[in-house]
């Protein structure tokens, strides 16, 4: 659940362009080009360039663009529009089991990417930090301002653990790799960090 990026130009040529980007990598990661972007939109490779900037642009705009269509607001309801901050933090852990898997095909390309892109994990790394700062660390605020914060844990080493455990990669091994469903993971989780993280204060 990313902030909103500045976009260049027409909003429908853009759209169309990345609309056509996920198409190309439901079909093939690999063939994920500007070219072949700009051949599935119908529209010049110079208008894809201005748009986007380059590939790692047109991915992370991906990802913005498929936040849009998940209701990345509603999203963020369920998670900030809880009754307190544990309650916020048990949300956060349902939706993001459930949206992790619908981006994992970007997320993989852009995990994968980031060791001979510099300019695509620059970009990866900040929409993670935003993550981290902008919706898990405010949650983590509200379960201190409640007492909620077990002792011996700071606001910033408990938004670090949130942050790493609830990650795409964690997540895939669990229900990719090791068979669990994402109701149990979800469930699973949210125990783990409950346990780790809050004190029994009512």
Known sequence: M????????????????????LELLE?????????????????SRQAVYLHFGDRS??????????DESLGRDRLRAQVFGAANGAESLRQWVRVMSWYTAKIDRVTRVLESGQDHDPALRAAWRDRM?????????????????ERRLARGWT???????????????PWRELTQELGWSQRHYADRVWKLLERALLNDAS
Do not use: C, K, N, W
């Not at 606001?155 to 990669?169: G, H, S």
């Open 2 to 21: 990313s902030s909103e990026a500045v976009a260049y130009g027409d909003p429908e040529t853009r759209g169309r362009i990345l609309q056509a980007t």
């Open 27 to 43: 079909d093939s990661a690999s063939s994920v080009t500007m070219s072949r972007a700009a051949e599935r939109a119908g529209v």
């Open 57 to 66: 642009g047109l991915l992370v705009a991906l990802v913005d663009f498929i």
């Open 129 to 145: 930090d935003i993550r981290r700062r902008s919706h898990i660390e405010r949650i983590v605020d509200a379960i201190a301002a």
């Open 155 to 169: 606001v910033a080493a408990a938004a670090d653990l949130i942050y790493v455990v609830t990650m795409p990669a």
